[in-house]
């Protein structure tokens, strides 16, 4: 079934399109990977989703509804958050006060506080400490329970694994098995091709606002990969 569709969206930034009549889809459970360089649009497919940057043209629905044009807090009701780049904590705030802005006016669900510490054991360890002083993988472990507390059916990831050491990033991108399991669909934009193709079911890639490549991950061939995300025919 499916969770999201965008329909030929267009996202424009006063006269600066953005993004050319997008079509992607997520089904229930799924996790999608978009790639593509910088300044591809990928940041700005998201923060269409849930709401942030307007859609000129196009629809957004979710579930079978149209969200295209709804407030973001209306569209987080609906059940979507997004763990933005750059992970944006309250630096001064604790971790855990940190957390429990994402468990305000939270959706009903399997993510309390209890399940992210025992999806980030770590985390429960430093609850008390100020989010600013906290390493940039803490700080992503963070920003990813904050989202989850509020019950999202789709969790929308821009770039975890920027300014990351690899071993982090793996860390990281192991809570995503356990999060599946509990029916969350996922759209993960990575710059990380090679991991976005390991950890996604289906990968849309974009060129300048453009999908130049969709498929099944454990399909598409890297160098169909390569040719998508650099424009080459
Ligand atoms: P990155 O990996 O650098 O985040 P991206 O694929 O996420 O890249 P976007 O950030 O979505 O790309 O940017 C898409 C286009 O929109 C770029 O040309 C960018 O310069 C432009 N853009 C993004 N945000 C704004 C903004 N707030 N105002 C004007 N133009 C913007």
Request: glycine share 10%; with cysteine; charged share 20%.
């Amino acid at each position: 079934m499916t969770l999201l569709t965008l329909e030929k969206v267009d996202v424009f930034y006063r006269d600066l399109q953005a993004t050319f009549g997008v079509d992607l889809s997520v089904g229930q459970g799924e996790a999608v990977a978009i790639i593509g360089a910088n300044g591809a649009g990928k940041s700005t497919l998201l923060r269409a989703i849930i709401g942030l940057t307007p859609v000129r043209n196009g629809r957004v629905v979710l579930d079978g509804r149209d969200i295209t044009g709804l407030r973001c807090d209306k569209i987080a009701r609906a059940g979507v958050a997004l763990v933005p780049e750059g992970r944006r904590l309250f630096g001064s705030l604790t971790v855990e006060e940190n957390l429990l802005m994402g468990a305000a006016r939270a959706r009903p669900g399997p993510w309390t506080l209890a399940a992210v510490y025992e999806l980030f054991p770590a985390m429960r360890e430093v609850r008390y400490s100020l989010a600013g002083n906290l390493s940039g993988g803490q700080q992503q472990m963070v920003s990813i329970s904050r989202a989850l507390l509020t019950n999202p059916r789709l969790l929308l990831c821009d770039e975890l694994s920027l300014g990351l050491a690899p071993t982090i990033i793996n860390d990281i991108y192991t809570c995503f098995t356990r999060i599946r399991e509990t029916g969350v669909s996922l759209i993960l934009v990575e710059q990380d091709t090679v991991k976005a193709r390991d950890v996604s079911d289906r990968l849309y890639c974009l060129l300048k606002g453009q999908v130049t490549l969709e498929g099944a991950s454990s399909e598409i061939r890297m160098d169909a990969i390569k040719a998508a995300y650099f424009g080459e025919t």
